[in-house]
């Protein structure tokens, strides 16, 4: 789980610069359209739309943005029509890669995240070849000045959640649950006024592959081009390195 916590840490530092910015809201904006396509304009009938939105307010897209973007997904506007879908690889050192993509182009996508992966001497594979590695579950974490380890485990547990761990390396708690329990737990700590720093259903890696040196640079490397990629929402990876090349490459 380190490894996507660290790399998590990572493209938060990196997202504060405005063109990356710009590339946060491109994809925000991407989600809640498939997910409005998907299951409809009614948030409170729409748990993908749901957490889209959610997630797009935490990052500060403009209100008339998010509802421009419901309407273009529902088909209320017309607008590109995307699709979403993943791919599987390995990188530098075996780590395991997942990308989640959407697009309106699946041949560009493919080449792009092809490329990323050769030039970075890692490689694409077949589907399934590496999201067996990988568990998908709700992720929030909660800096620990905001509320006490008691407090949370409380209210967490309480609605479902199945572990709540401690990150001292970057001094947050993390809080796990099932994809079906995400918004009950998300409510619970809401109500309990327990403020999260982030929200996500995401692939948490069982399993974690050690890379230090010229081989984590050249993952790291990887997985930032990948996230640059304007068809991609996501990247997971197993991977695990020291604090220290993680403080030298970050």
Not at 5 to 29: C, E, M, P, Q, Y
Not at 79 to 86: A, C, L, Q, S, T
Not at 181 to 189: G, N, P, R, S
Request: proline share 2%; with cysteine.
């Amino acid at each position: 789980m380190s490894g996507h916590s660290k790399w998590a840490n990572i493209k938060h530092k990196k997202a504060k610069t405005d063109a990356k910015r710009g590339r946060t809201f491109t994809k925000l904006v991407k989600e809640i359209m498939v997910a409005a396509k998907v299951g409809g304009a009614d948030i409170s009938g729409n748990p993908r739309l749901r957490t889209a939105v959610d997630k797009a307010k935490a990052d500060n897209l403009p209100a008339d943005n998010i509802d421009r973007a419901i309407k273009k997904g529902a088909g209320e506007l017309a607008g590109v029509v995307y699709e979403d879908g993943m791919y599987e690889g390995y990188g530098p050192g075996g780590v395991a890669v997942l990308v989640e993509y959407m697009t309106d182009n699946k041949n560009r996508t493919a080449s792009e995240v092809r490329h990323a992966f050769t030039h970075s001497g890692g490689s694409l594979g077949s589907s399934g070849s590496v999201a067996y590695l990988f568990d998908k579950r709700g992720v929030f974490t909660v800096d620990m000045g905001a509320v006490s380890e008691e407090r949370l485990m409380e209210a967490a547990l309480e609605a479902g959640a199945e572990d709540v761990a401690t990150n001292i390396d970057e001094n947050i708690y993390e809080v796990y649950s099932a994809p079906q329990d995400f918004f009950k737990v998300k409510t619970a700590l809401e109500e309990a006024d327990i403020k999260c720093a982030s929200a996500d259903i995401a692939m948490i890696p069982k399993t974690s592959v050690n890379v230090e040196g010229k081989t984590a640079r050249q993952v790291l490397n990887l997985l930032e081009t990948l996230e640059d990629l304007d068809d991609v929402q996501n990247v997971y990876s197993n991977f695990e390195m020291s604090d220290e090349d993680m403080a030298e490459m970050a």
